[in-house]
């Protein structure tokens, strides 16, 4: 399946965005007592997942397939963006786990798509 290359920033955010709902709704079940431990577990279970998820979006390029470190680097500055995003969400909603991975969701799409759009972080070969 080839994929446009113009869209792939926005495959990643979108992407993104349900693996961090899902992601902070596990690392609240494991480690809901301690925001830091909680934004950690949060971001590890993010990275394994959206490692996958971000190897196959950035490999079905239509052309030219991103390098691999490029794809590397993009999966490891998203799971530093959730970190930050699940500390803020944890911050705004923490009694609540539905909300905070809302919370948590909507703060990772803002801040990574404004990386992948203005290019500080590029996603495409």
Not at 45 to 51: H, K, L, P
Not at 109 to 118: K, R
């Amino acid at each position: 399946m080839d994929l446009d290359p113009d869209l792939i920033p926005l495959y990643l955010v979108l992407a993104g965005f349900v693996v961090v709902l899902i992601s902070d709704l596990i690392g609240n079940t494991i480690a809901f007592s301690n925001r830091l431990v909680n934004a950690v577990v949060t971001g590890v279970v993010f990275t394994i997942i959206f490692g996958g998820i971000a190897w196959y979006i950035l490999n079905n390029v239509t052309e030219n397939p991103v390098p691999q470190s490029q794809a590397i680097l993009v999966v490891l500055f998203g799971g530093v963006v959730v970190v930050i995003s699940d500390l803020i969400g944890n911050s705004i909603a923490f009694g609540n786990r539905i909300v905070n991975a809302l919370v948590t969701g909507t703060v990772f799409a803002v801040i990574f798509g404004a990386i992948l759009f203005y290019g500080i972080l590029p996603a495409s070969a």
